[in-house]
Nanobody, 120 residues
Framework: QVQLVESGGGLVQAGGSLTLSCAAS????????MGWYRQTPYKQRELVAT???????NYGDSMKGRFTISRDNAKKTVNLQMNGLKPEDTAVYYC??????????????WGQGTQVTVSS
């Protein structure tokens, strides 16, 4: 079993900042890529940011220049620093991890999601 514990969501005013964190745990857990996605009731789930095991990053167009993704391989944690937040950033943010247990098949695992609300 892979567990993803997310934290850092909340309410913030426009222009403010928040940092999300996601820690993965499991038996003999090996992790490849890690990332964040977000979803609203009126919009399909979209890419926020991803980071490979080697540290290569990828961002959604509207996040570039404002968000920064990072990871700590020893702690099996991925973070998302969000600056210059806008009301349109309001969404449920989901942590995503590509991992395997006991050298098994690689699967995608999702967190329960954390709410980020940006007020005007």
């Amino acid at each position: 079993q892979v567990q993803l514990v997310e934290s850092g969501g909340g309410l913030v005013q426009a222009g403010g900042s928040l940092t999300l964190s996601c820690a993965a745990s499991g038996s003999a857990l090996s992790i490849d890529a890690m990332g964040w996605y977000r979803q609203t009731p009126y919009k399909q789930r979209e890419l926020v940011a991803t980071i490979t095991s080697g540290g290569s990053t990828n961002y959604g167009d509207s996040m570039k220049g404002r968000f920064t993704i990072s990871r700590d391989n020893a702690k099996k944690t991925v973070n998302l620093q969000m600056n210059g937040l806008k009301p349109e950033d309001t969404a449920v943010y989901y942590c995503n991890v590509i991992a395997s247990l006991h050298f098994g098949v690689w699967n995608a695992y999702w967190g329960q999601g954390t709410q980020v609300t940006v007020s005007s």
